[in-house]
């Protein structure tokens, strides 16, 4: 009977949602006036059936301290996804050494980060982002000192020990993964990574060449989890055409076909810069999502934000259609069903810290109220 009742709920909830969407189609002028919007982001993304999500930083966990509870009400009220700035990359979760790094055992991995994380997101009912199993950047020390005299094996070994450990600990609780992040510079594979070795040097299989470690960590992570949809995710690869971008889309594609890796989707991180965003760029964005899509992809936007440097022609207005073109471009396609913007607010983003002269790069500015931005992506996802 409670059942029942509930999804009696739900239905008018969703027609209820439904009508105000339909009804609040005003003219961009008299939405922007708005100080306080009565639906969030994630209501106009749901009734489309897609996700718009954002990062949790560091110590963020609910907690209402950190910035007067104004990131944390963001989050919740905006966003129907989520993923971990820092707190799910190696260097946080498999920080202290495990005595065995090649049969690396649960309680050697920072679990609870990862419950905090997935507690929050479920309270909130929000897609679970898992960012990132293998990358060269933020791994622990004891990483970076040992992994240089490993042999190609052991650096399987271990690669293999931590995505099985990590796949079955997150199993049903974690949506979607970054199996592989950055692997490729221009148009050749990176090689200042600590898994370098495994180009050169066979393992006990005899297997050389970072096609075939990509793809065993594929299956690793599949193995352990079935359910998980796992990803490829790289930044600088959006436009069609540029020699990184067909690189990677030469990479998924023969990951897929020729080594049968699990690979469901490639993530398009999307770190713009505002001049960079014309009408082309982004109809080049498109068309990437679409050729991986005839290839089977999902293909994500997972860590959006377009920065206004001193000196661009771009400002805070051309941000806001440069956001309601990307956000529209890649919803108007099927294979595309999530878009997570990389910072809460522009007190929340890491461009102000990593890139001098530049910042205002998310929806919401400093003081934590709505930009032009935010508006553009509401304006693109009313419109889908
Ligand atoms: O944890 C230390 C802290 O102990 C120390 O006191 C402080 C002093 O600078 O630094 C802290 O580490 C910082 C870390 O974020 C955690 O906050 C690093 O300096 C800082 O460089 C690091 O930046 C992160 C960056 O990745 C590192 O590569 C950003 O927050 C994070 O947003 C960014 O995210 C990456 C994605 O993972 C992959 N794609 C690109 C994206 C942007 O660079």
């Not at 897609?127 to 293998?134: E, N, Q």
């Amino acid at each position: 009977m409670s059942r029942h009742i509930n999804s009696i709920f739900k239905v008018c909830l969703f027609l209820l949602i439904s009508l105000l969407v339909g009804c609040s189609k005003e003219p961009p002028e008299a939405v922007e006036s708005s100080l306080v919007e009565t639906l969030g982001l994630r209501d106009y993304a749901s009734a489309k059936g897609k996700f718009i999500g954002n990062l949790m930083r560091d110590g963020m966990f609910e907690n209402e301290q950190v910035n007067g509870g104004s990131t944390d009400k963001i989050l919740r009220t905006e966003y129907n996804a989520i993923v971990l700035g820092n707190k799910m990359k190696m260097s946080n979760l498999l920080r202290n050494r495990p005595q065995d790094p090649f049969n690396i055992k649960i309680t050697d991995i920072n679990t609870g980060n990862i419950d905090k994380f997935v507690a929050y997101a479920d309270k909130y009912q929000m897609r679970k982002r898992g960012h990132v199993m293998i990358w060269y950047k933020q791994i622990p020390s004891w990483l970076e000192a040992e992994a240089p005299n490993w042999t190609a094996q052991q650096v399987y070994d271990f690669s293999k020990s931590y995505i099985t450990t990590l796949s079955s600990y997150s199993a049903g609780k974690i949506d979607e993964w970054d199996v592989i992040n950055e692997a490729i510079i221009n148009n050749d594979f990176r090689r200042n990574t600590w898994y370098d070795i495994v180009s050169s040097q066979a393992n006990d299989e005899g297997e050389v060449g970072f096609q075939s470690y990509f793809s065993h960590l594929f299956k690793w992570a599949r193995q352990s989890d079935t359910a998980a949809e796992l990803f490829y995710n790289d930044y600088n690869i959006e436009p069609f055409g540029t020699s990184k971008n067909n690189f990677m889309r030469n990479l998924v594609k023969e990951l897929k076909s020729t080594h049968a890796a699990p690979i469901d989707g490639v993530g398009l991180q999307g770190h713009f810069k505002i001049d960079q965003v014309t009408e082309q760029f982004v109809a080049k964005l498109g068309q990437t999502i679409d050729d991986l899509g005839v290839a089977g992809f999902t293909v994500n936007i997972t860590e959006l934000d377009i920065r206004i440097c001193a000196g661009d022609n771009g400002n805070i207005q051309t941000q806001k259609d440069a956001y309601k073109r990307i956000v529209s471009t890649a919803f108007n396609r099927e294979n595309c069903n999530t878009v997570l913007i990389w910072g809460s607010s522009d007190n929340d983003s890491w461009i102000n810290t990593h890139y001098e002269g530049c910042g205002q790069a998310t929806p919401h500015d400093e003081n934590y109220r709505y930009k032009p931005a935010y508006f553009g992506i509401k304006e693109a996802l009313m419109e889908l």
